[in-house]
């Protein structure tokens, strides 16, 4: 298309401002490519009767026109601006919005605005959009302080109480994390409109605050604003976090019920959401109704059979995948990988690795501690150093820790001691690392050395985790901390370990060795075993419910030697299939024994 400028003839009286503007911004809405937008921006420039402030709507078009996706042209954008000698406030604002939505977010937005405020005489006076674009930015940036000044700025100008700047600022604190501000500004909005509420339920969901995202969207739904597939994934996200399936489970028929469209993203959520509650097959089924199913799809469900230990489904799973052309990430390969270490496939892990590396996928941290896992459960120990000594990346603790699991399983000493001192030099005050050292000792008899461990780590001041673990029984999430007997029903969970105390005594486990481990820095500084936060949430599951239910709880901390051993215990005598999510992964007891194959 050639766009026919100069050489239209209008004799002069016929020409009206407005119409002109009116005339270039109808071709700008139109135009088809860079090219023609040259052409019309230098008729802008070069018109015979018409000064350039005429322009400024279809100059703050123009703008938008080459700052926008399919384009690109920020520098373009940049030019039209700087020859703007008055710029408008609708001119600002597209300029601010063009840095915003450029592919590398840049504090641009921030100096701009900062311009505009601190001349606040000559310059244009900011509107509502101008704050909230800039809010947007701040969170992008994690530009905390600046955010905070952009809200003060925005009580000075009289927009404290605007909706589209409230809302700007719940999703900015939301996003900063910053729950108590969020809360605040939300709690002064007298209109709460949908994006406000989205913000400050993704923003409690984020921090896998489940009672306060749970209660939030009640409260939504009380207020009669429908939620969206945005609000619901943020929801579907919470439940997975805190494990609560039967939740979860009702949050899916709400969005069934009230036709909220699953879109990919839901659908993959609801996927995360089952895999993460323990629930495999569930994940599954969400999974193959998906429609459409793009890489995160793909690498949802790859990942969560490789974390429930299903080896084969995982890499079964990635294969129809690749037939599916759909494109892996380096997140597809931690699960491709993971599923390999959980199986104990060593040479398929050793033939996805190359895999990877012909997909041009650069191996990142998470890749290589999955190669270091697998080695490790192989019981390939030497090699796994090896491999760690080579590693062009730096080592994590996650990594020096399987591979101290590793030397700890195969009683290998020397090794062991240079892998816990490494270990230590990263992470010298997390108690976990002192009591897999300890644990180390303990398998080579090492008495001696072990309490030297239990001495150095008290010099050292080190602190103990509390462990917490949690179980859900008919919708409500108990948490249960070590030694804590606040819950209403104490007396009956105590009822309960007493029977799986003697039950378990007589079934011939011996405590007094673990219990000595423990005191060397787990969660728990007593000798009460059976105090052990994932012992009083097993019993409570044991107390509430009845077989054939799946006893599921979570805990933040790994899974302790000792509760592990009593847990395969009961899962026999009291014929209960037990799911233990633990900080690293999924504990599977069934009849006595686990999915994790006693490594992790
Ligand atoms: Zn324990
Ligand atoms: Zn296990």
């Known amino acids: 298309m050639e766009l026919e400028l100069h050489n239209q003839t209008l004799p002069f009286s016929s020409i009206r401002n407005e119409n002109e503007e009116k005339r270039i911004s109808k071709l700008i809405s139109k135009c088809p490519n860079m090219r023609a937008l040259h052409q019309i921006h230098a008729h802008i420039l070069t018109h015979p009767l018409l000064p350039i402030s005429t322009f400024l709507f279809s100059l703050s078009k123009l703008i938008s026109f080459c700052s926008s996706s399919s384009h690109r042209n920020l520098n373009y954008a940049q030019k039209v601006f700087s020859q703007i000698p008055n710029p408008n406030i609708f001119v600002y604002n597209s300029m601010i919005k063009a840095h915003l939505n450029a592919q590398n977010p840049s504090p641009k937005p921030l100096f701009i605005f900062k311009s505009l405020i601190s001349f606040n005489q000559t310059y244009p006076k900011l509107n509502e959009f101008t704050?909230?674009?800039?809010?947007?930015?701040?969170?992008?940036?994690?530009?905390?302080?600046?955010?905070?000044?952009?809200?003060?700025?925005?009580?000075?100008?009289?927009?404290?109480?605007?909706?589209?700047?409230?809302?700007?600022?719940?999703?900015?604190?939301?996003?900063?994390?910053?729950?108590?501000?969020?809360?605040?500004?939300?709690?002064?909005?007298?209109?709460?409109?949908?994006?406000?509420?989205?913000?400050?339920?993704?923003?409690?969901?984020?921090?896998?605050?489940?009672?306060?995202?749970?209660?939030?969207?009640?409260?939504?739904q009380m207020s009669g604003v429908v939620p969206d597939e945005v609000v619901m994934l943020s929801v579907v996200s919470a439940c997975g976090v805190a494990g609560a399936l039967d939740v979860g489970r009702w949050v899916h028929s709400y969005i069934d019920k009230n036709g909220i469209e699953k879109d990919v993203m839901l659908r993959t959520g609801l996927v995360n959401m089952y895999a993460k509650c323990g629930s495999i097959s569930a994940a599954k089924e969400v999974f193959d109704a998906m429609p459409v199913k793009d890489t995160k799809a793909w690498s949802s469900m790859i990942v969560g059979f490789a974390i429930h230990g299903h080896a084969e489904d995982a890499l079964r799973t990635f294969n129809l995948m690749e037939a599916a052309k759909v494109r892996p990430n380096n997140v597809t390969f931690v699960g491709v990988l993971l599923a390999c270490a959980h199986g104990g496939l060593v040479s398929d892990g050793r033939k996805y690795w190359s895999t990877m590396l012909g997909y041009?996928?650069?191996?990142?941290?998470?890749?290589?501690?999955?190669?270091?896992?697998?080695?490790?459960?192989?019981?390939?120990?030497?090699?796994?150093?090896?491999?760690?000594?080579?590693?062009?990346?730096?080592?994590?603790?996650?990594?020096?820790?399987?591979?101290?699991?590793?030397?700890?399983?195969?009683?290998?000493?020397?090794?062991?001691?240079?892998?816990?001192?490494?270990?230590?030099?990263?992470?010298?005050?997390?108690?976990?690392?002192?009591?897999?050292?300890?644990?180390?000792?303990?398998?080579?008899?090492?008495?001696?050395?072990?309490?030297?461990?239990?001495?150095?780590?008290?010099?050292?001041?080190?602190?103990?985790?509390?462990?917490?673990?949690?179980?859900?029984?008919?919708?409500?999430?108990?948490?249960?901390?070590?030694?804590?007997?606040?819950?209403?029903?104490?007396?009956?969970?105590?009822?309960?370990?007493?029977?799986?105390?003697?039950?378990?005594?007589?079934?011939?486990?011996?405590?007094?060795?673990?219990?000595?481990?423990?005191?060397?820095?787990?969660?728990?500084?007593?000798?009460?075993?059976?105090?052990?936060?994932?012992?009083?949430?097993?019993a409570y599951g044991l107390l509430k419910t009845r077989a054939p239910v799946v006893i599921r709880v979570v805990k933040n901390l790994r899974a302790c030697e000792d509760c592990h051993e009593v847990t395969k215990i009961i899962s026999k005598l009291y014929m209960r299939e037990i799911i233990v999510r633990d900080r690293v992964r999924f504990h599977k007891f069934v009849n006595g024994s686990c999915s994790c194959g006693d490594f992790w």
């Not at 003060?152 to 999703?171: P, T, Y």
């Not at 992470?427 to 030297?452: D, R, V």
């Not at 008290?458 to 249960?480: L, R």
């Open 360 to 538: 041009r996928i650069e191996p990142s941290i998470e890749h290589y501690g999955c190669m270091v896992d697998l080695l490790c459960r192989a019981n390939h120990i030497e090699d796994a150093y090896a491999f760690v000594e080579t590693m062009p990346v730096k080592p994590d603790s996650a990594i020096w820790r399987t591979l101290l699991v590793g030397c700890k399983r195969n009683k290998i000493l020397e090794k062991g001691e240079l892998v816990g001192e490494e270990l230590l030099k990263l992470e010298p005050l997390n108690a976990e690392n002192y009591t897999l050292i300890a644990n180390l000792y303990a398998s080579c008899f090492q008495w001696g050395k072990m309490s030297h461990v239990r001495k150095h780590m008290k010099d050292k001041g080190v602190k103990v985790t509390p462990g917490c673990t949690s179980i859900e029984v008919d919708g409500f999430v108990h948490e249960f901390v070590m030694g804590d007997w606040s819950h209403p029903e104490h007396k009956e969970i105590r009822k309960v370990l007493e029977d799986v105390r003697q039950r378990v005594q007589e079934s011939g486990h011996e405590p007094w060795i673990s219990a000595v481990l423990h005191n060397v820095g787990n969660e728990e500084k007593e000798d009460d075993l059976s105090a052990h936060s994932e012992r009083l949430a097993i």
């Open 131 to 220: 704050l909230s674009l800039v809010l947007k930015s701040c969170s992008v940036l994690s530009a905390f302080r600046e955010g905070g000044q952009v809200h003060s700025c925005a009580i000075r100008n009289g927009f404290g109480s605007n909706e589209v700047v409230q809302s700007g600022l719940v999703n900015f604190y939301g996003k900063c994390e910053d729950m108590m501000c969020a809360r605040k500004v939300f709690e002064e909005m007298t209109e709460r409109n949908l994006v406000a509420w989205s913000s400050l339920i993704s923003g409690y969901s984020k921090l896998g605050m489940f009672d306060d995202t749970l209660e939030l969207f009640r409260e939504m």
